[in-house]
């Protein structure tokens, strides 16, 4: 039953919705069946200690029924209960989750229902919940627009037309509409340049002209996508940016921690599209973000710290020499990682650390000691000790290494772009290894072809000719 649907949706389950859920199948309105409980019971108790995928139906059925002989039919009866049960307490769970949009359902009800007094109270009591939600996101302007249209439907029913919220009703409507259309114009924007897609905007050029004429981008969850949109649209206006850094800075309490990890992906998309700018405050910005998305777990996810946001904050921290701030970063962050890759991206980290900092010795060792499982971390490694036996002299080791880092580009699946950077490396470090000093010829020649070599990495391509200049 490991692959039951019933099974699928309790191991997503945590220990307050099994309590919970427990309870709700105590409740005579939701199940009044002692074998369901008892279904519920054997199969939470096989998924928490990791036996769930050697329970068969018959074997359920035995507990469930100890009695009785095998009834295939009787068993599927009893789990399309508990299926049927779960899934009404899934949905009441959802729809009560949001309390605005819960209260706006019970005037709603008492509406319908022609009871004026208990519409006043339960709309009231949406409005003074709306007034104080934590969020002004898209889907609080939605709430907004549910208000007034109940609030309005009340109205009309009543024909007070001199009391009509039309207005108002027509202003939460466009907030909501633009808020959710410049989202989802950001998704679509984004997806078009990964993949090469071609999207249909629609009217997006004419709302975001509206939204810089009304001033409509002062409202959080308008502007931090009219900004974002601005800046990824108009590149080369560091104005747009600019704004929306600020957007997101002021506002970034207003939006619930889902989103604005994508919101702050957003202006970290910009920034990494301009690395190669020639504006020397872009890697700056950058290490920003990615410092303050991990100081307050935004760019995490269910407190887990991915590996790949570990290694560039600590690379980005590196090129600003920010030597003091990765020296309390690995410890203090290494135990948001998983724990299967924790030990190879702290020993990666410190090695990036002592080298940037010329410890070669401890570098070394480190790098020596551990073979990454991440390819492109095994391959950053081996350039940094390429690097390091060049200038400490160790040839014999070096030519060993190039060797061997040959060999394992062609063994591995290595991307066009990665594998190509490295085998540039490779093969001017030995052009290097023979070039003679007094060669100069050899030495422009040499030169030219490294500062035209494409694709190839800054660091690596920047290391090279500082060689070729200290010969």
């Given amino acids: ?85 779960t899934e009404e307490f899934l949905i009441y769970n959802e729809l ?7 209260r706006r359902a019970l005037a709603s009800i008492f509406r319908k229902r022609n009871i004026d007094k208990l519409f006043n109270k339960a709309i009231k009591d949406a409005k003074d919940l709306q007034v104080k939600s934590k969020f002004r996101n898209s889907d609080f302007q939605q709430n907004e627009f549910e208000i007034e249209l109940e609030e309005y439907s009340f109205r009309e029913k ?19 509409f633009m808020a959710k ?16 897609a ?34 990824h649209f108009e590149k080369d206006n560091a104005v747009h940016f600019q704004n929306l850094k600020d957007t997101i800075f002021t506002n970034q309490k207003l939006f619930p921690s889902e989103e604005l990890r994508d919101i702050y992906l957003m202006a970290m998309n910009y920034l990494i599209s301009q690395m190669n700018s020639g504006d020397p405050t872009i890697r700056e910005q950058l290490f920003e973000f990615y410092r303050k998305g991990i100081e307050d777990k935004i760019l995490m996810e269910q407190e887990i710290l991915s590996r790949v946001t570990f290694r560039n904050a600590v690379s980005l921290a590196l090129m600003q020499k920010e030597y003091d701030w990765v020296e ?37 060792q480190l790098l020596t000691q551990v073979e990454f499982d991440d390819i492109l971390m095994n391959l950053n490694a081996k350039s940094m000790l390429v690097r390091m036996y060049y200038e400490e002299d160790e040839f014999d080791a070096l030519e060993s290494l190039l060797g061997s880092m040959r060999a394992y580009l062609t063994r591995k699946k290595v991307m066009g772009y990665h594998k190509s950077n490295f085998s540039n490396l490779i093969k ?21 072809d490294i500062q035209e070599a494409n694709p190839m990495a800054t660091t690596e391509r920047n290391w090279l000719l500082e060689q070729l200049d200290r010969l």
């Fill in 1 to 85: 039953m490991n692959n039951s649907r019933i099974s699928l949706i309790f191991n997503t389950f945590s220990k307050k919705e099994i309590r919970e859920f427990r309870k709700w199948l105590l409740s005579p309105a939701h199940n009044q069946r002692q074998d369901v409980r008892d279904l519920f019971e054997f199969l939470i108790k096989n998924i928490e200690n990791g036996k769930i995928e050697h329970i068969t139906k018959e074997v359920a059925a035995k507990k469930i029924f100890p009695k009785e002989p095998y009834d295939d039919a009787k068993l599927r009866q009893t789990i399309h209960f508990l299926y049927k049960a």
């Fill in 96 to 102: 009560t989750a949001d309390e605005v949009s819960s």
């Fill in 158 to 176: 009543k024909k007070r037309t001199a009391e009509m919220n039309l207005q108002e009703l027509h202003k939460a409507l466009d907030l909501t």
């Fill in 181 to 196: 259309k410049l989202q989802y114009s950001y998704l679509m924007y984004a997806h078009q340049t990964v993949y090469k």
């Fill in 198 to 231: 071609e999207y249909d905007f629609g009217i997006l050029d004419s709302m975001l002209a509206y939204i810089e004429e009304t001033g409509l981008h002062e409202v959080p969850a308008v502007g931090v996508y009219y900004h974002g949109l601005k800046t």
């Fill in 328 to 364: 309390a970063f690995i410890p203090n962050y290494s135990k948001y990682l998983q724990d299967k890759h924790r030990e190879s991206i702290v020993d990666y980290s410190r090695a990036r650390l002592n080298f940037d900092k010329k410890d070669y010795t401890r570098a070394m």
């Fill in 428 to 448: 001017f470090t030995k052009k290097l290894l023979k070039v003679s000093p007094y060669e100069k010829t050899q030495i422009e020649r040499l030169r030219m």
